[in-house]
């Protein structure tokens, strides 16, 4: 994969395209509740108003025309029923947490560059071993988001991702 790419939309050399981007909290966090005794936001962990639970999580594309393994990551949050998400919390630690059922959960991050809006499609978050984030499996939709996690995106998908990040779009 090349180092750098020419962007479309300003006309300049940038680095990369990247294989990741993310997002550092869920849409539904709000910077002044960081003095809300009842919200939290972590690097891993969100609660908002002792209410709503979110789980940051990787959503992966695979990439079709690079290297064998080559994926495309989006840091995602994911919001989940306060159930499991305290049993999440619990086996944080626990080797045996890759054994969990998927989590039901609903995609609370709006990712750039897709119509309709990514906010609440349907997942399930799959535990991973201890030390890597969950990897969320979108519900199958015909949803675009839905449709490039089943079938992959090619490296012109990911520089446009690329292009729309770098320039704020969505």
């Known amino acids: 994969m090349s180092t750098t790419y020419l962007c479309r939309c300003c006309g300049l050399e940038h680095p990369g395209p990247a294989l990741s981007y993310g997002a550092a909290a869920p849409a539904h966090w709000d910077p002044a509740l960081a003095d809300d005794e009842d919200s939290a936001l972590t690097e891993e962990l969100c609660i908002v ?75 399930h978050v799959h535990t991973e071993p201890v030390g890597a984030r969950p990897l969320v499996e979108l519900e199958p939709t015909d949803h675009p988001l839905a449709v490039e996690q089943r079938t992959g995106v090619t490296l012109a998908r990911v520089q446009e991702i690329a292009e729309i990040v770098g320039h704020g779009g969505g």
């Open 49 to 123: 108003g002792g209410e709503h639970f979110f789980i940051r999580a990787r959503l992966v594309l695979p990439v079709l025309d690079a290297e064998p393994g080559t994926e495309f990551d989006w840091g995602v949050w994911v919001s989940l029923s306060t159930e499991n998400f305290q049993r999440a919390v619990r086996m944080w630690e626990e080797p045996g947490r890759v054994d969990e059922p998927p989590y039901f959960g609903w995609l609370s991050t709006a990712l750039p560059g897709y119509e309709p809006g990514t906010l609440n499609l349907a997942t």
